[in-house]
């Protein structure tokens, strides 16, 4: 199986780019195609080669970062060491959910150990190594703490809630799991913006009243009940630009970064405002929310015949009772992993799809298509600009840089033929 990924792999990186000579120039004179490359050719082959070796790495992380868990999982299972932490469990109480809670945390301890060396090395090394990353290792590290410190909360509560779901209707837990994950799943987006996010950044107000004034004149024409704009200190982070309208059902927060407004025009930031108020505007948490029920399902209804031939298989030797048997986790985690390894060119493709709509909505909402071109050059940085058809259907979650700013320049000439 892995010769196989990585032959994929390679293959796709090779396939020929997008041709761009394959559009006509508009009615106007002026060739979409021909400014899309004039575009291209503005960035340095060399921070064009280091942006390219960034994102395919990501590729094979992919491939690594699933072994590894698939590793873990696996280890803990034939050791028994799972059935093991489920005795401890049971031993310190005999409430069932408490019981669970336990094996949760060790479960998170012991995972996060094994993996730390493959998280140190993304997370920390390989940004650094690419110009990323602003942190140091003391306070990456304090972030990582509090990531986990998160992680044992809610993860408990989602845990022990899923299996006393599982306990209590045998019958029809695959469904219930599947609407109750997605309901937890609309409380986190809810909270996050307001009480999880400050815990590690600094949220203020925007000052510059330019800036704020023309962001809010944006959304209150577009119908986005917003009356401050906030901007967060992720350049003590990263390098890396963004912006965002969170939150839903009365937290929605509009957001930019510091990155942004320090490295970008007035004219760019509108640009990306107008990006995010499109998904706002166009209901695409909601629409997202949908498409996770669907999804989360079919997992769900995977997962159920999955554990119910594997525990046939090695339950005993495993050393687990069934599937309500909270010692069954890291199978149910691998059977996961499994699933989204195969959905990831499906779910991809979803969110591209997404995205390119919130794209669509900001050129018509701003009307900056050279603005828009340039923040696509921006996140040139860290994302392959020009990859192939096949590269981009699998591995983009957001259209490439080539493909947004052909868009931009389409929109661009369009808008050129009217009167």
Known sequence: MMRVLAVLLLAVTLLPGQDSTATAASASGFDPAAATDAYLAKVPAADKTRSDAYFEGGYWLILWDFLYGAAISLILLTTGFSSRMRLWAEKRTRFRFLQGFLYWVQYL?????????????????????????????????????????????????????????????????????AVTTIVMTALFAVISPVYLAPLFNRYTKLSDPVIRDRILSLARANGIPASEVYQ????????RISANVSG????????????????????????????????????????????????????????????????????????????????VLPLA???????????????????????????????????????????????????????????????????SGHTRIFSAMRWKAENLRQP
């Open 109 to 177: 301890v012991i995972t996060s150990l094994a993996g730390f060396p493959l998280t140190v090395y993304e997370g920390y090394f390989r940004e650094h190594q690419y110009g990323l990353a602003t942190q140091t290792f003391g306070p990456w590290l304090g972030d990582q703490l509090k990531t986990f410190g998160l992680a044992l909360i809610f993860g408990g509560l989602a845990v022990t809630g899923l299996f006393a779901i599982a306990r209590r209707l045998p019958r029809t837990w695959h469904i219930w799991g």
């Open 333 to 399: 985690v691998l059977v996961i992993s499994v699933f989204s390894l195969l959905y990831m060119p499906i779910n991809n493709s979803v969110t591209r799809t997404i995205e390119n709509e919130a794209d669509m909505y900001g050129l018509n909402a701003v009307r900056q298509p050279d603005a828009f071109a340039e923040i696509a050059l921006k996140l040139g940085e860290y994302r392959k600009l020009n990859p192939a058809p096949l590269e981009e259907m699998i591995f983009f979650d957001h259209p």
């Open 232 to 239: 967060v200190d992720a350049s003590r982070q990263s390098t």
């Open 248 to 327: 839903f059902l009365g937290t929605e927060r509009i957001t930019l970064n510091d990155n942004l407004l320090k490295r970008a025009t007035p004219e760019e930031i509108m640009s990306v405002m107008g990006h995010e108020m499109g998904h706002y505007v166009l209901n695409h948490v909601y629409k997202l929310l949908l498409v996770l029920l669907i999804v989360f399902t079919v997992y769900f209804t995977g997962l159920r015949h999955a554990l119910n031939w594997a525990l046939a298989r090695w339950g005993q030797q495993w050393d687990i009772r069934s599937q309500t048997d909270v010692a």
